[in-house]
């Protein structure tokens, strides 16, 4: 549908709704496109107070805010909601979790099943949690069982339904799942690193498996062995490779590109230079790929696979409703300190043979 010209005279459902702008935007022209009327002229309130505002007023009408501009107010269409989840918002999401529960006990057993479980659910927990505390529409998660692996699941994902209202709650509903999953991966990792064993190492042997080791589970694993003797190696037990994937399922996460949680706390953060770091971001994934498959000699496709589903899914980030409030201090600092965090988790190359 091409747009209405901006000088056409108001219809009466368009002037219903600006109406509604009273006392918060002067409007002094229109457009609707698509189901949505963008209005142009200047906010009279601040941001947070206008969107605010704006949102109690337009509920009622089916409408909703959009706040990209400080001289232009979007009204967008809400999509009705559903009324509660019912079987079938039930019967996916629970024959996922069944299916991706009998992938990881196929894969390392009991312990490890339970362990790498309870991290991922916790980590969809935080997510779901935040958002519902938001009052946002979200799905229950959807995990992903990966039987032909040496992981059991490729994770769970969970879905937005209703557009996320501010900076501030993209941020904590993005942070929350990393904080949440890590929060059970580190005392997982501490327990599995307590059942490990120190043994001879076996370079030469075919077949053997190198875990890399990413700053965070060296010191841990330096706080319950010391320092491990020279021709000798830990040999992980099952909890602890659980906690150690843990830890790499929480770094990738945290890229900052897309719709991973390191996007939304770095589009959070940023705002619309987001675009340029994520960008960066996929170039630099390549470039990760390439440097590990030299220096190891062997091909490293991880960081790759990564660069081309951000490529394919999108690296750039929508905006939130109000995209013209910015997170606060505290919000922006843990925002770089999240930053820290995946270098302090992630692995060059996380599996060597």
């Given at each position: 549908m091409p747009p209405i010209p901006w000088s056409t005279p108001l219809e009466e459902w368009q002037f219903l709704l600006a109406r509604e702008l009273a006392e918060v935007f002067h409007a002094e022209g229109w457009e609707a496109r698509d189901g949505a009327v963008r209005f142009r002229g200047r906010l009279l309130v601040d941001p947070e107070r206008a969107f605010a505002v704006l949102s109690e007023r337009l509920r009622p009408l089916g409408y909703v805010p959009q706040l990209l501009r400080?001289?232009?107010?979007?009204l967008l269409r809400l999509a009705p909601a559903r009324r509660g989840l019912g079987l079938r918002g039930w019967a996916l999401p629970a024959a996922l979790?069944?299916?991706?529960?009998?992938?990881?006990?196929?894969?390392?057993?009991?312990?490890?099943?339970?362990?790498?479980?309870?991290?991922?659910?916790?980590?969809?927990l935080g997510h779901y949690v935040t958002g519902r505390l938001y009052g946002m529409r979200v799905s229950l998660p959807y995990f992903i069982p990966?039987?032909?692996?040496?992981?059991?699941?490729?994770?769970?994902?969970?879905?937005?339904?209703?557009?996320?209202?501010?900076?501030?709650?993209?941020?904590?509903?993005?942070?929350?799942?990393?904080?949440?999953?890590?929060?059970?991966?580190?005392?997982?990792?501490?327990?599995?690193?307590?059942?490990?064993?120190?043994?001879?190492?076996?370079?030469?042997?075919?077949?053997?498996?190198?875990?890399?080791?990413?700053?965070?589970?060296?010191?841990?694993?330096?706080?319950?062995?010391?320092?491990?003797?020279?021709?000798?190696?830990?040999?992980?037990?099952?909890?602890?490779?659980?906690?150690?994937?843990?830890?790499?399922?929480?770094?990738?996460?945290?890229?900052?590109a897309g719709q991973l949680d390191g996007g939304h706390v770095a589009y959070a953060v940023l705002g619309r230079r987001h675009d340029k770091v994520a960008l960066m971001t996929v170039f630099a994934l390549f470039g990760m790929a390439l440097y590990t498959t030299l220096s190891t000699g062997q091909l490293q496709m991880l960081w790759a696979i990564w660069g081309v589903l951000l490529l394919i899914l999108g690296y750039r980030h929508p905006p939130p409703l109000n995209d013209l409030t910015p997170v606060d201090p505290i919000r922006r600092t843990i925002g770089i300190l999240s930053w820290g965090l995946f270098l302090a988790l992630v692995t060059p190359v996380p599996i060597q043979l």
């Open positions: 400080p001289d232009e107010v979007v979790f069944v299916a991706t529960l009998l992938s990881t006990l196929f894969v390392g057993g009991t312990a490890y099943a339970a362990s790498i479980m309870g991290i991922l659910v916790v980590h969809e990966m039987p032909i692996s040496l992981m059991g699941t490729m994770g769970a994902v969970i879905r937005m339904r209703s557009p996320v209202p501010n900076r501030r709650a993209l941020f904590d509903v993005g942070i929350a799942g990393p904080l949440a999953g890590l929060a059970v991966a580190v005392p997982v990792t501490i327990l599995g690193l307590h059942l490990s064993k120190v043994v001879p190492d076996v370079p030469d042997l075919p077949g053997v498996l190198r875990f890399g080791e990413p700053l965070l589970f060296k010191v841990l694993t330096g706080l319950v062995f010391g320092t491990v003797p020279s021709g000798q190696t830990v040999l992980l037990h099952p909890v602890a490779y659980a906690g150690w994937l843990g830890f790499l399922v929480t770094a990738l996460n945290l890229i900052p």
